[in-house]
């Protein structure tokens, strides 16, 4: 699902008409653990309670595992907003947020520089 780019939020001339933490409340920190990685998806429950239309926006975005970073793109606000908006949504049980595993194995320098003579090569 694309976020329209005009509406309400949005004006050509103007920019966002809406202040970003005006979205998020004034809050600053989200509620659930999140990071730009974290994969964040659609449980399929409808959220209980009112939520603004940036909620409505990023659970429309949430059909499939999707990104933080990848949402905050899409709805055009800072990562933090985002992730504000994305605890709210977890918080009530509208969407499944999954954190990265850390990676235990090292990174293979000789794939790496094969990787970096081939796009070289390339250009």
């Given at each position: ?5 005009d ?19 004034g ?25 603004g ?71």
């Amino acid at each position: 699902m694309s976020v329209p780019k005009d509406g309400p939020l949005l004006d050509d001339a103007a920019g966002r008409l809406i202040r970003p933490y005006t979205v998020s409340g004034g809050r600053t920190r989200p509620t659930a653990a999140l990071d730009l990685l974290s994969l964040v998806m659609a449980t399929g429950s409808k959220p209980q309670g009112h939520l603004g239309p940036e909620h409505s926006m990023a659970l429309g975005l949430c059909h499939g595992p999707t990104s933080v970073a990848e949402i905050s793109a899409h709805l055009r606000l800072p990562a933090v907003v985002t992730k504000v908006l994305l605890s709210d949504l977890v918080d009530c049980g509208a969407v499944t947020a999954r954190t990265p595993r850390p990676c235990d194995t090292r990174t293979d320098r000789s794939l790496l520089e094969a990787v970096l003579d081939g796009l070289r090569r390339r250009l």
